[in-house]
Structures are given as C-alpha cells and as structure tokens.
C-alpha cells in the first residue's frame, strides 16, 4: 500500500518554507482544458484557460513542455532553479521547463494558451530546447510581430468580454496552425521513438531506446536534448515523476499501478523527492480533492504524446 505523509519540504525539490509562502489553495484556481482541433493535434498537447481572482497568487508550474500564451490579467514572475526571475509579458513563449518552479503573481490572474508537443515546439519556434529551455520570454522575440499583434488583439476583446477563453485559445491554435514548418523528417521520427520509448515503462532502458532510433547513440543523445531539452536519461526520469504523479492521482491504485511505482523507484521518500522535483507538490497533496486544477495538469490525457 502507497502512503506519504505531507512535508512542506523536499530534497531537490520546490520548498515553499524556504520562499517563505504558502501555496494559493487550488480550490481557488479554475482550468478549462480545450481539446485542439485536428489540423494541429500532432502539435498541440492541449489548449487551456486558467483563472484565478485572488489578489496574490503563489503557485508551482509542474516541468513541461513549451506554451505559448497571453496574460490578459496579472502581473508576476516564475522563478527558477538558478536563481534567475522572469516576468510574465501579455503575450509570451515559456520555453520546456526541466524542473517545477514557483510563480507568484499580482492577481486576478488569467491565463490562455496552448501546451505544445515536442514536435510542436520544434515546428513553431525553430530552437534548440536544450540551449533554450528555463525561460519565459517575450513571444515577440522568438515568433516576430505578428504573434504580438494577435495577442494584444485577443486581450483586448477578452478584457472586453467580445471574446471567450475558448474563444482566444482556439484563435491560439489557429495562429499556430498557420506557423509550423516541417523540420527533418528523420528527426520527427526520432521524436515520435523517443515518445514511444518514454510511454513504454516508469523507468525505460537506453538500450531499447538506442535499437529502436536510426541513429549513433551519440546523436540520439544530442538530438533527443535539441527536441526535448534533456537526455534522453534525464528526459525519462522528469516523466518517470510526470507519470507517477498522474497515477498517485487517482483516487484509488491498481495493484498493477502500485506494482509498476514500486519497481520504478529505490524507496517512497526517493518518489516523494523526484514528485516534488518535477510536479511541484508531495505525493500526499496529489490526492487532495480540492485541487482539481493539478489533478487535470498531469492527467493523463495532458501526456498524450507520451501516448499514455
């Protein structure tokens, strides 16, 4: 039988003692979920609408792949493992995200946008995940003028109620939908093996993954951080916690689920360390039923390119 009990504290994880505030109870924080059309599915894990009304918002952002998003309302900042702070700008880019790291935002606080798939990211952005990961930016930056254009005018009309938050996620995707560019094919298909060999077990081998690519292990290594943003070791142990957490989610376990946890790491305080590392939240909090917004973050569904 699985069970944590709660700590404010982990060992290479999100201590919130040591930022000196305590989590926005997620009871107060609202998630619509859009699924992306068709035409961009293979590039868009999921479209979403966050809200949050409170006048200070502190919450952690769980490691993840690319967004692209707009702020209409609140101001703050994501801080990250290395010390370095990054303000939210109305419309931004927050480039693959290797650990969970906290923000602490002036509220209301709503956001819009779309969490991109690894092909995704590589298709809109054209940049190395690896040298560009940890980081919120300005979108304008990386997708030029016109991403600016359409965000100032998406805020605008939300603000003014003229558009929904489905609405302006769907004009999102569209706008994605006009801007991705084939990238090598042999690469989108090693990023579709290295997706396969991480849906395929908690803790999958190396070896599997190297017979299954077209490619030197030294390149795997190399374009599995230029996609991804890790190697192919690291990226499997930030999903190996992404997965977990999914599972210690649940309200109940199967025997085979606990099974597959308890074989997947040394002990529980080495899961409850690698869970807050990368999700933001012990083991224990997973399961809190007033917090269906991290519950719906790392369901499952939120894993499909993992093809979970």
């Known amino acids: 039988m699985v069970d944590f009990q709660d700590s404010n504290r982990a060992e290479n994880g999100v201590d919130t003692d040591e930022l000196g505030f305590e989590l926005t109870e997620s009871s107060l924080i609202t998630v619509d979920y859009i699924a992306p059309p068709a035409a961009i599915s293979d590039y868009v894990t999921t479209l979403y609408h966050f809200r949050c009304e409170e006048p200070k918002i502190r919450d952690v952002q769980p490691?993840?792949?690319?967004?692209?998003?707009i702020f209409p309302y609140g101001k703050g900042e994501v801080h990250f493992r290395d010390g370095h702070k990054d303000p939210n700008h109305e419309v931004a880019v927050m480039t693959p995200l290797t650990t969970a790291n906290p923000i602490v935002v002036d509220g209301p606080f709503h956001v819009i946008g779309a969490a991109l798939t690894p092909l995704g990211w590589a298709s809109l952005t054209r940049l190395h995940a690896g040298e560009h990961r940890d980081r919120l930016r300005d979108a304008s930056e990386i997708l030029g003028d016109e991403v600016a254009v359409l965000g100032k005018e998406l805020n605008a009309k939300y603000r003014a109620n003229e558009k929904s938050g489905r609405e302006c996620a769907l004009a999102i995707g569209?706008?994605?939908?006009?801007?991705?560019k084939p990238i090598n094919s042999r690469h989108a298909d090693l990023i579709k093996v290295v997706n396969t060999w991480l849906g395929s077990s908690l803790n999958p081998d190396l070896a599997d993954l190297l017979s299954m690519a077209a490619y030197s292990e030294r390149q795997v290594q190399r374009l599995t951080?230029?996609?991804?943003?890790?190697?192919?070791?690291?990226?499997?142990?930030?999903?190996?916690?992404?997965?977990?957490?999914?599972?210690?989610?649940?309200?109940?376990?199967?025997?085979?689920?606990?099974?597959?946890?308890?074989?997947?790491?040394?002990?529980?305080?080495?899961?409850?360390?690698?869970?807050?590392r990368f999700v933001g939240r012990t083991p224990a909090r997973l399961r809190d039923p007033d917090s269906p917004f991290l519950s719906e973050m790392i369901a499952p569904k939120n894993l499909r390119e993992l093809g979970s």
């Not at 490691?63 to 998003?69: C, E, I, P």
């Open 174 to 180: 569209e706008y994605i939908g006009t801007q991705v």
């Open 63 to 69: 490691s993840s792949v690319g967004h692209l998003a």
């Open 225 to 276: 951080e230029r996609y991804f943003g890790l190697s192919p070791q690291a990226l499997a142990r930030k999903y190996r916690a992404l997965r977990a957490a999914a599972y210690l989610s649940f309200p109940t376990l199967t025997p085979e689920f606990e099974a597959e946890l308890g074989e997947a790491f040394f002990d529980q305080s080495h899961m409850i360390r690698e869970i807050n």
